[in-house]
C-alpha cells in the first residue's frame, strides 16, 4: 500500500490564481480529511468526509472548496488564492471515523501565495 | 470546544535520559487520543493512539497513557536517543464528529548525544 499521497509537495501560486491539492490513499478508508498548519498556530481542520458523496466544513473552511466523488480521492480547491493561504496541508484518512481508529497522514503540499 | 495544550513548547535531554511529554485536554468527552511525531519539513507519523475506554499504550520505547477524569495524557519515552530529536504532537477526537482532531501545538524534542 501507498498509503496517503499528495501532490503537489510544493507549489507557488499568485494572489487570484486557482489550484486543486491532490489527495488520494489505496487504503478503502471511508473517512478522509484536510487540515492545515501554520507556526504557531497548529494543525487545524479544512474540510472532512465521512464517505464518497458526503463532505462537511471543519474550523477554517472558507477559500477551500472539496467534494468525495470516489472512496480513493478527496481533492482541495483554491479558487482565489490569497496570502493567508500560505500554509502546509496536509491530508488524512481513517478506516471510520470512531473510537480506536488510527488516522494516517500523507507528506504534505508546501503552498506558498504570492 | 475542545483545546488541546502541550508543555512544554521545547524540551532538551542528553541522551539516555528518561523523558515525559505531556498534553492536556479540556472536554474529557474523548474517543480517542492519539500521538504523533513530525521530523521537520515532513508529514505527521502516527506512534500510539489510546482509546477512551484505555488508559495507556505501549509501543517499544515509547508509553502513552491517558486520565480522561483529568483531561491529561504523557508521553514517555525511555532512554532517549538522539534520533528522537522532532516535534511531538498530540490530538484528541470526540464530540459531534468523532473523526475530526483537536491538535496541541506540539513539543519540540532535542536530545543531544
Known amino acids: 500500500n501507498a498509503g496517503v499521497t499528495q501532490t503537489p509537495k510544493f507549489q507557488v501560486l499568485k494572489t487570484g490564481q486557482s489550484m486543486t491539492l491532490q489527495c488520494a490513499q489505496d487504503m478503502n478508508h471511508e473517512y478522509m480529511s484536510w487540515y492545515r498548519q501554520d507556526p504557531g498556530m497548529g494543525l487545524r481542520l479544512i474540510h472532512y468526509?465521512?464517505?464518497?458523496?458526503?463532505?462537511d466544513q471543519g474550523e477554517v473552511p472558507n477559500g477551500y472548496n472539496v467534494s468525495r466523488s470516489t472512496t480513493e480521492d478527496f481533492p482541495l480547491r483554491l479558487l482565489s488564492a490569497a496570502p493567508s493561504q500560505t500554509s502546509v496541508y496536509f491530508c488524512?484518512?481513517?478506516?471510520?471515523?470512531?473510537?480506536?481508529?488510527?488516522?494516517?497522514f500523507g507528506p504534505g503540499t508546501r503552498l506558498t501565495v504570492l | 470546544k475542545q483545546e488541546v495544550t502541550q508543555i512544554p513548547a521545547a524540551l532538551s535531554v542528553p541522551e539516555g535520559e528518561n523523558l515525559v511529554l505531556n498534553c492536556s485536554f479540556t472536554d474529557s468527552a474523548i474517543y480517542n487520543l492519539q500521538w504523533f511525531r513530525q521530523d521537520p519539513g515532513k508529514g505527521l507519523t502516527s506512534l500510539l493512539l489510546i482509546q477512551s475506554s484505555q488508559r495507556e499504550q505501549t509501543s517499544g520505547r515509547l508509553n502513552a497513557s491517558l486520565d480522561k477524569s483529568s483531561g491529561r495524557s504523557t508521553l514517555y519515552i525511555a532512554a532517549s536517543q538522539p534520533g528522537d530529536s522532532a516535534t511531538y504532537l498530540c490530538a484528541a477526537s470526540g464530540g459531534g464528529s468523532q473523526g475530526n482532531l483537536i491538535f496541541g501545538k506540539g513539543t519540540k524534542l532535542s536530545v543531544k548525544p
Open positions: 488524512a484518512s481513517s478506516y471510520v471515523a470512531g473510537a480506536g481508529v488510527e488516522q494516517f
Open positions: 468526509s465521512v464517505g464518497a458523496g458526503i463532505t
